[in-house]
């Protein structure tokens, strides 16, 4: 009887010993929280210095990366041979910059890519390239335009003057255009784990044709070895089914920052919280566009304005905090993978690069240290 009790015991402290050992084995394995910076590179040029500069910033942060913004309705940031904004055909400026002889617009070559990438993988950081479509663009339609003349551009171009800047995305045409520029990064980044595609502020398409478009272009990249993100602006509760679930979202904001209150109210009853994308089972990463982004100007790029988002940041922002500056936080953020400060260059024309990466690097320390 005494031995068969010894054995008991001897049974319970082995199963207790093992569920301790299985906990402490689940914590240890628990990914850290990723922080980063979104550099708008397409609509404010930034030189390779100027990059490498965010890079030694992020460095020894919490999974820390920079998701680079090559592409918007002004400009493409970035050599592209498909539609011949090169090396060759640009102008090489006495700063080393390139300048694209038809647009005047300054653009990284395929090789200071490369140097930027050894760069962030010596110091430990992730880079992510984001080509933004369907919406915004301008700047490929203008470099198509003048590689391939405007025909090519209205068979590919949404119709109607209000999407000018939109892709069609119910053409094969335009989706096979998507994925040459696609494929052309894909090889550039292949390194890379991440790759963003945009999808922000679409108006045009069909609810069908934006399930179609997500699902092609997210897979097709899954399928040259990366992990896809996406702005959440497209998923809406009546869709959300049927994306793809291994796509990460970047959550900006619930209804798109709009000044319409009646618009606001709709957007709000059509999309996607995030919490309804959690529940479905995606991963965030909390990109608050009222705390956590930064749209630099001849007028706020002073201590005062600095002071003011540094201490708002730190006294009123965290994680679960995700729909601006209100809303019904998060319950909690396990599934919150990460965050990043947007720092967006539409007016930041005449403002130094310097000037910028003063504003930002206080506001990236405070996020850093409230991520977890």
Not at 8 to 20: C, N, P
Not at 110 to 123: E, P, R
Not at 197 to 202: H, L, Q, R, S, T
């Amino acid at each position: 009887m005494r031995k068969r009790r010894i054995i008991s015991l001897i049974l319970v402290i082995t199963l207790v010993l093992t569920l301790f050992s299985n906990v402490s084995i689940q914590c240890e394995a628990a990914p850290k929280v990723q922080t980063g910076i979104t550099l708008d590179c397409a609509r404010k040029y930034y030189s390779v210095d100027d990059i490498k500069k965010y890079i030694r910033l992020l460095s020894g942060g919490s999974a820390p990366f920079i998701q680079l913004h090559l592409s918007d309705d002004q400009n493409v940031g970035i050599e592209c041979s498909y539609l011949k904004q090169t090396v060759k055909n640009a102008k090489k400026c006495s700063d080393g910059s390139y300048k694209n002889k038809k647009t005047q617009k300054k653009f990284l070559s395929k090789k200071q890519v490369g140097d930027i990438l050894q760069y962030a993988n010596k110091h430990g950081v992730a880079v992510i390239p984001e080509i933004d479509m369907p919406a915004h663009m301008g700047g490929f339609f203008k470099l198509a335009k003048n590689a391939y003349g405007s025909n090519y551009i209205k068979q590919i171009r949404a119709k109607g003057k209000d999407y000018s800047g939109e892709l069609r995305i119910s053409s094969k045409k335009a989706v096979k255009f998507a994925k040459k520029i696609y494929t052309e990064y894909a090889e550039l980044f292949s390194s890379c784990t991440y790759f963003h595609i945009g999808c922000d502020e679409f108006l045009s398409g069909s609810k069908s044709d934006i399930v179609n478009y997500i699902n092609t272009i997210s897979k097709f990249l899954q399928k040259k070895g990366f992990t896809v993100r996406i702005w959440n602006d497209l998923l809406r509760r009546d869709n959300i089914a049927k994306i793809n679930h291994k796509l990460q979202i970047t959550y900006w904001s619930f209804d798109g920052d709009t000044t319409i209150p009646s618009e606001s109210k709709r957007r709000r009853k059509v999309r996607a919280s995030a919490s309804a994308l959690i529940k479905e089972g995606f991963d965030i990463l909390n990109y608050n566009s009222y705390y956590l982004y930064f749209t630099p100007s001849a007028t706020n790029c002073n201590k005062s304005d600095r002071d003011y988002m540094v201490r708002d940041l730190k006294n009123n922002w965290n994680l679960k905090i995700w729909d601006g500056d209100g809303g019904i936080p998060l319950k909690n953020s396990r599934h919150v993978i990460g965050a990043a400060v947007s720092v967006w260059g539409e007016d930041a024309s005449g403002v130094s690069a310097a000037t910028i990466y003063k504003q930002v690097k206080p506001l990236y320390k405070v996020m850093q240290k409230k991520a977890k």
